[in-house]
Structure formats: C-alpha cells, structure tokens
Nanobody, 118 residues
Framework: QVQLVESGGGLVQPGGSLRLSCAASGVIFSIYVMGWYRQAPGKQRELVATITNGGGTNYADAVKGRFTISIDNAKKTVCLQMNSLKPEDTAVYYC????????????WGQGTQVTVSS
C-alpha cells in the first residue's frame, strides 16, 4: 500500500529557503514518477516539479532555477529544495506518485503548508 507523508513546511521570509521531504512507503521508484504539486487559496492545484528514477526532471517555469527536486533511494524520500522563496510560492504543497506501468494509478500525500511572508 502506497503512503506519502510530507514534512518541512512552515513560515519563511521572502528570499529564504525551505526543504520539503516526502516519505514514500510502498513505492518502487523505478516504476513511479514522483512529483510535487501546490495549491494556493482560490487556485487550482498546479505542477511544481517531477522526477523519474533515472534522474530526469521537469519544473514549472515559475520555479525554474530556484527549486530542486531529488530522490534519496536509500531513505525512500523525495525532496524539494526551495530557495529564493517569493510570496507567490505560498501554497499547500503535495507529494504525488504516479505509477507508469500497468495498472496505472496515482497517489497523493496530505499536503504541507508553505507560507512566504515578512
């Protein structure tokens, strides 16, 4: 059974940094694409970044050059390093796992709040 548990959110000043972690149990990274999404108040959930087991990454234009997604296979975690944070990065951040082999399925974590404010 897949379970995703996020941690690391909080309040940070503009220009600051945070590191989010997603503990992924029941996930075999070789057959999943892992990702981070976010949802701001009144807005739709949007892609932040994804990563494959081979290390291929994809980032939303709004976070390119500031955020880095990574996988720690030994710890079974997916991390999102967020630097140069802006108030518009304020949102609930969700970890996502998408199985790319049959049977296709996907899973979400419960989310962690990130607030960027002075």
């Amino acid at each position: 059974q897949v379970q995703l548990v996020e941690s690391g959110g909080g309040l940070v000043q503009p220009g600051g940094s945070l590191r989010l972690s997603c503990a992924a149990s029941g996930v075999i990274f070789s057959i999943y694409v892992m990702g981070w999404y976010r949802q701001a108040p009144g807005k739709q959930r949007e892609l932040v970044a994804t990563i494959t087991n081979g290390g291929g990454t994809n980032y939303a234009d709004a976070v390119k050059g500031r955020f880095t997604i990574s996988i720690d296979n030994a710890k079974k975690t997916v991390c999102l390093q967020m630097n140069s944070l802006k108030p518009e990065d304020t949102a609930v951040y969700y970890c996502h796992a998408e199985r790319i082999t049959f049977p296709r399925s996907d899973y979400w974590g419960q989310g962690t709040q990130v607030t960027v404010s002075s």
